[in-house]
Each structure stands twice: as C-alpha cells, then as structure tokens.
C-alpha cells in the first residue's frame, strides 16, 4: 500500500510538472510567430514600394514615349527612343525585383502555414499524450482505491476473527474460572 502510494504521488508530481511547463512552449512558439509575422509585415511593404516606384517609372515611359524633341516637335529623335527604351529597362528589372520579393513573400507565407500546421500536429501529439496519461493515472487511481477497499476489507475481516478469538478466550477463560470456583465448592 506504501508503494501504491508513493506511485500515486510519483505519477501526480509528473502530469503537475507537465502542465507547469505546457504554457512555457507556447509563448516560445507565440513569440517565433510574432516574429515570422513581423517579417511578413516587412517583405509586404518592401513589395509594395517596389510596386509603387514601378508605377512612377511606368508612368515616365508614358511621358518618354510622348515626348518628341525633333525637328518642330513632331519627330523622336534618337536620344528619346533611348530614353523610352531605358525607362523601359528599369521597369523590366523592377519586375524581375517585385517577383523575386513576391517569391520570398510567398515563401514566408508557405513557412507560416507549414509551422502553424507542425504545432497543430505537436499540440495534438501532446494533447493525446495528456489524455493518456491522465487515463491511466485515473485507471491507477481506481485500482488503488479498490486495492484499498480490499485492504479495509481483510483488515475488518482480520479484526473480526481477531474479536471472535479473545471472545473466546475470554469466555474459555471465565468457563475454567466457573469450573474452578464448583471444583472448590464441592471440595
């Protein structure tokens, strides 16, 4: 019964110690979420001032494209084909740069939802691991106490046959005493 016990409190310290610590992990993984939706935050607006200066050069080329600087005014010259065609340039490269940012977006945005769906599947390992160990310490529990309602019950049985025994004595002892008391009577 001692044993039973000290495995009882064993068993108790443990799943107390677990449930301490649970809360712990998850601020770690809450503070690795603020930190990966930080980054997001900052990819998002590094996306969006390229867009935004894409939009301003692109706005240029329509100016560069209307701009005629020939003879009266109605012809391009040379210089502002070049000009059209290097505003054109950095538009292009301004794309390639927006799509490459896009991509890490997207990459941050693909490493959220693949963490958050492990911690899902951790907190559903661990969440089970709970109920099982809580079912078994409730299983341990029940046979503990039936072992102790056992116990009590040959304890009682014990005391009982323990009673009947100096019953019987006393009444062998109080029947030699009668037994005695006529023998010296008669003699």
Same mark, same amino acid.
């Given at each position: 019964?001692e044993?039973?016990?000290?495995f009882?409190?064993?068993?108790? =310290?443990?799943?107390?110690?677990l449930?301490?610590?649970?809360p712990q992990?998850?601020?770690?993984?809450?503070?690795?979420?603020?930190?990966n939706?930080?980054?997001y935050?900052q990819?998002?607006?590094r996306?969006?001032? !390229?867009l %935004?200066n894409?939009k301003?050069?692109?706005?240029d =080329?329509?100016?560069?494209?209307?701009?005629?600087?020939g003879? =009266?005014g109605?012809f391009?010259t040379?210089?502002?084909?070049q000009?059209?065609?290097d505003?054109?340039? %950095?538009?292009i490269?301004a794309d390639?740069?927006? !799509?490459n940012e896009t991509?890490?977006?997207?990459?941050i945005?693909?490493y959220?939802s693949?963490h958050?769906?492990?911690l899902?599947?951790?907190?559903?390992?661990? @969440?089970t691991?709970?109920?099982?160990?809580?079912a078994?310490?409730?299983?341990e529990?029940?046979?503990?106490?039936a072992?102790?309602t056992s116990?009590?019950?040959?304890?009682?049985n014990k005391?009982?046959?323990?009673?009947?025994? @100096?019953?019987?004595?006393?009444?062998? =002892?109080?029947i030699?005493i009668?037994?005695y008391?006529?023998? %010296?009577?008669?003699?």
């Open positions: 019964m044993y039973a016990m000290q009882y409190k064993h068993t108790l =310290f443990t799943a107390l110690l449930f301490i610590f649970m992990s998850r601020s770690w993984t809450q503070a690795d979420t603020a930190l939706s930080q980054n935050e990819q998002r607006k996306v969006n001032e !390229l %935004e894409r301003k050069r692109f706005g =080329f329509e100016i560069s494209t209307k701009q005629k600087t003879i =009266f109605v391009k040379k210089k502002d084909m000009k059209s065609i505003i054109l340039r %950095e538009i490269l390639n740069r927006i !799509l991509r890490k977006l997207l990459d945005k693909d959220e693949d958050n769906a492990s899902a599947s951790s907190y559903d390992t661990q @969440i691991a709970h109920m099982r160990t809580i078994k310490l409730r299983e529990n029940d046979r503990l106490l072992d102790t116990e009590q019950k040959q304890l009682t005391q009982a046959l323990l009673y009947g025994l @100096i019953a019987v004595v006393v009444l062998q =002892f109080l030699i009668r037994i008391k006529r023998s %010296e009577k008669k003699m």
